[in-house]
């Protein structure tokens, strides 16, 4: 059998049977996806602008700052207005963030554009993973959230492959097709997902409509912790990786081609790999892949030429496929149904916080100490982080079975 026969055996297997909603949204974050071009070439229009290396990292830290209220901001609508709602708010906004970025005259309004841009471009998210957990019955999640991330890393690949051409003719057209995507995203949403879409109502909750109802979760605030140490080390990827590449006096191209190999390895691996973990205990599951993810991270220490930085990619990369698995499905079992807004705006939050720390800690490592303890850091961290996940895999799988009034009793046992 061919391969690509096998990847659509895989896929009819694995991924069918999902609700008419779901591909609704899986589209259009598909769309969406391939369109964002601004932010991850933001450096480069910054540079195209005069802006200063300063001056830069200001701004980037405003982008991330911003990013850290956006998926509150997100959760807390998503459970009271609607999901659809806010997903429809979400994509609307980030369009005129992306234009008050493009006009901005200047760094101080360009870090305020910036900040505006991270927070209205992270509120859809947590939406539309609520969104999911409603439509999607709870042996399903799993296969649904997996999809998702699949689709994410090829609109991922699609956009890194366009945006590099199209910003060689003008950054305009980076900003230009990010809005249009957006708003078409908007479009799918408001034609494919009923306005009446059944979804849990909205309940009196003790200490207010906030985030308290995460914050007395005891199961919840240590998923958090231990997803913040691992998130942490996979962020590695994205700042770390590349100061090892260039301290080893590789070209930037390099780095290129480990971004390349990692969509091949997760748009190839994920159909297949799913399959094979479906059955398994979610969180043990999530416990391999944080151990993965450790251990390739940590091999990074060991590679000095192009071909060893490549095989430290398989290694981790098969480890965000294995994360990708149940990742999402995990914080939708933990959730109360009518909190599923903020649970998931919670976990996304962890993400933005890891993107702040991430490059912080790897910089001040490899300028103090030196990078080696930043490797072995990884790997130790990565460890500890999946025996540790492993102690919790009896709780949550007894809150996924519970029925909405025992959960209320679980979240504070």
């Known amino acids: 059998m061919s391969t690509s026969a096998s990847l659509r055996t895989a896929m009819e297997k694995n991924f069918g049977g999902l609700p008419r909603p779901f591909w609704i949204l899986f589209v259009g974050m598909i769309a969406n996806r391939i369109g964002t071009m601004v932010v ?52 609307v906004a980030t369009p005129a963030g992306l234009g008050c970025l493009y006009a901005a005259p200047g760094p101080a309004t360009l870090a305020v554009a910036a900040a505006l841009l991270g927070l209205m471009s992270s509120i859809y998210r947590p939406a539309a993973s609520a969104l999911v957990g409603d439509v999607v019955h709870t042996e399903q999640r799993g296969k649904a959230f997996s999809l998702l991330h699949w689709g ?19 950054f305009w057209l980076l900003f230009l097709l990010d809005g249009l995507t957006c708003l078409a995203y908007a479009v799918i949403v408001v034609r494919g997902i009923p306005k009446d879409l059944p979804r849990p109502a909205v309940v009196k909750e003790k200490g207010g409509a906030g985030y308290g109802v995460v914050l007395r979760d005891r199961l919840m605030l240590t998923h958090m912790g231990l997803s913040a140490l691992g998130i942490t080390i996979y962020t590695m990827t994205e700042f770390a990786i590349p100061m090892s590449i260039r301290d080893d006096g590789l070209s930037p191209a390099v780095y290129g081609l480990v971004g390349v190999a990692n969509a091949v390895i997760v748009i190839a691996c994920q159909p297949l790999i799913y399959g094979r973990l479906a059955h398994l205990p979610r969180m043990k599951v999530l416990a391999a892949s944080w151990a993965l993810i450790g251990v390739g991270v940590a091999m990074t220490g060991l590679a000095h030429r192009p ?30 149904e009518e909190a599923r807004g903020r649970y998931q705006g919670a976990l996304a939050w962890v993400w933005q916080l890891a993107r702040l720390i991430a490059p912080a800690t790897a910089t001040w490592l490899f300028s103090t100490v030196g990078p080696s303890t930043l490797w072995t850091a990884c ?5 500890l982080t999946a025996f540790a996940t492993l102690r919790l895999t009896g709780p949550v799988a007894r809150r996924a079975q519970a029925t909405p009034a025992e959960t209320k009793t679980l979240e504070t046992a």
């Open 40 to 91: 991850p070439f933001l450096v480069f229009f910054l540079g195209s602008r005069g802006i200063s290396t300063e001056q830069t990292g200001t701004i980037v830290v405003a982008l991330g700052a911003g990013g850290m209220f956006g998926p509150v901001l997100g959760g807390l609508l998503a459970d009271r207005i609607g999901r659809r709602q806010a997903v429809l708010i979400g994509l």
């Open 152 to 170: 994410f890393n090829i609109g991922t690949a699609v956009a890194s492959a366009a945006a590099g051409y199209l910003a060689g003719r003008g």
């Open 307 to 336: 071909w060893q930085y490549m095989l430290t990619v398989v290694v981790w990369s098969v480890g965000e496929v294995v994360n990708g698995v149940v990742a999402g499905a995990i914080v939708t079992d933990l959730a109360p």
């Open 379 to 383: 790997a130790v961290i990565g460890i």
